[in-house]
């Protein structure tokens, strides 16, 4: 049933004009079609259902675009801008855009300000500045930002431990990014274990919340807000992509 729901819904996305909505927004749109974009490329046969993968990626750049424009507007709430430089970078990551992966950097170290004592100051301790970290630690070689990312993560995970299941979403693909890409790098080998053990026990409580995610979607219909079928079409890419790794792999 999701699988259909999926391809219904990309179709329609395919006639949405994203410009018509607020960019702040759109995040689950853009990781959506990089979902789609990496899905077609390791699986070049879906191009007759998905498109070609550059015509993908496009649409995941629209947003970027969009983003790009708004970086330097301090009008704009600082996390708010922080999510659109990680996004920007993630757009690079996939299609290795050196464009896109510039004007992320260059935004990300006009957010994170150093002090005169050469130590950065976070703007505040969300996901999307762990987000932003990770990436300035992967594709700057940042060491500081990797160990701020890390103390992030650990201060997300007690407070999620704690019940507090408002920000799990929130803070999951920043976790993961961490775990994935800092993690294995810096962590000693006891600590790497023991975040991928809090990571195995957080995924069923996220599946839970993504299955809300979906079945409020369902419920909505064509009645459903922008944000809602954004993170809606992100959780069905994710899971599809899911589903063929494990029937192809």
């Keep these: 049933m999701e699988k259909g729901l999926f391809h219904d819904l990309y179709k329609r996305l395919n006639m949405l004009d994203i410009r018509a909505y ?21 699986y070049p046969w879906l191009e007759g ?55 992320g950097v260059d935004a990300a170290y006009q957010i994170l300000s ?9 703007p505040c301790r969300t996901p999307n500045v762990c987000r932003l970290l990770c990436n300035c630690y992967y594709f700057a070689g940042d060491e500081m930002c990797g160990e701020l990312a890390g103390r992030l ?6 407070y999620i431990r704690g019940g507090d299941r408002d ?18 790098m810096e962590l000693p080998k006891e600590e790497q274990e023991r975040l991928n053990e809090e990571r195995a026990r957080l995924q069923v409580s996220v599946e839970r919340e993504e299955d809300g995610i979906i079945e ?5 219909g064509q009645d459903a807000d922008i944000g809602l079928v954004a993170g809606g079409f992100y959780v069905l890419a994710k899971r599809e992509f899911e589903k063929l790794n494990k029937t192809c792999g």
Aim: hydrophobic share 40%; proline share 4%; with cysteine.
């Design 167 to 184: 920000v799990l979403l929130a803070w999951w693909s920043a976790i993961c990014l961490y775990d994935d890409v800092v993690g294995s």
């Design 153 to 158: 993560v650990m201060e997300a995970l007690g």
């Design 49 to 103: 259902t998905f498109g070609h993968p550059g015509d993908i990626h496009e649409r995941a750049k629209e947003i970027a675009r969009l983003y790009s424009g708004q970086l330097r507007n301090e009008d704009i709430p600082v996390d708010t801008r922080v999510g659109y430089a990680a996004d920007m970078m993630d757009v690079y990551q996939v299609y290795s855009d050196l464009g896109y992966l510039k004007n």
């Design 216 to 220: 409020r979607f369902r419920q909505m």
């Design 114 to 122: 150093v002090r005169e004592n050469g130590k950065i100051a976070l």
């Design 22 to 42: 607020p960019p702040g927004q759109l995040s689950g749109l853009l990781h959506g079609y990089l979902t789609v974009y990496s899905m077609v490329r390791v």
